[in-house]
């Protein structure tokens, strides 16, 4: 199993990103996803995450300007930012909470995709 993020990159302050992620491997389902930063000299933080139901939660520091919204049947998650701040920049991760198959059986557990780095220039 693994995650894949992408979509980073080098925007202005005011321009729209969106990142993507995608889960691959045998998986037999994904409960929550969710998007991570980690900005220069901080600890991660929590940006936004989905339930397998569509319920979401949003730090407030991206409330009504980030969406974040999930694809069940591409395994995906995605993550548009709007209205980009210079204090957005930072190195974005996926994660999911997921059940795959293993040699013996099934197991659950939390997988974290490579980061992208997001840059907002002001």
């Known amino acids: 199993v693994q995650l894949q993020a992408s979509g980073g990159g080098l925007v202005q302050a005011g321009e729209s990103l969106r990142l993507s992620c995608v889960a691959s491997?045998?998986?037999?389902?994904?409960?929550?996803m969710g998007w991570y930063r980690q900005a220069p000299g901080k600890q991660r933080e929590l940006v936004a995450t989905?339930?397998?139901?569509?319920?979401?939660n949003y730090a407030d520091s991206v409330k009504g300007r980030f969406t974040i919204s999930r694809d069940n049947a591409k395994n995906m998650v995605y993550l548009q930012m709007n209205s980009l701040k210079p204090e957005d920049t930072a190195v974005y991760s996926c994660?999911?909470?997921?059940?795959?198959?293993?040699?013996?059986?099934?197991?659950?557990?939390?997988?974290w995709g490579q980061g992208t780095l997001v840059t907002v220039s002001s």
């Open positions: 994660n999911a909470n997921l059940q795959y198959y293993t040699s013996t059986g099934y197991a659950n557990s939390d997988y």
């Open positions: 989905i339930t397998s139901g569509g319920s979401t």
């Open positions: 491997g045998k998986i037999i389902s994904i409960n929550g």
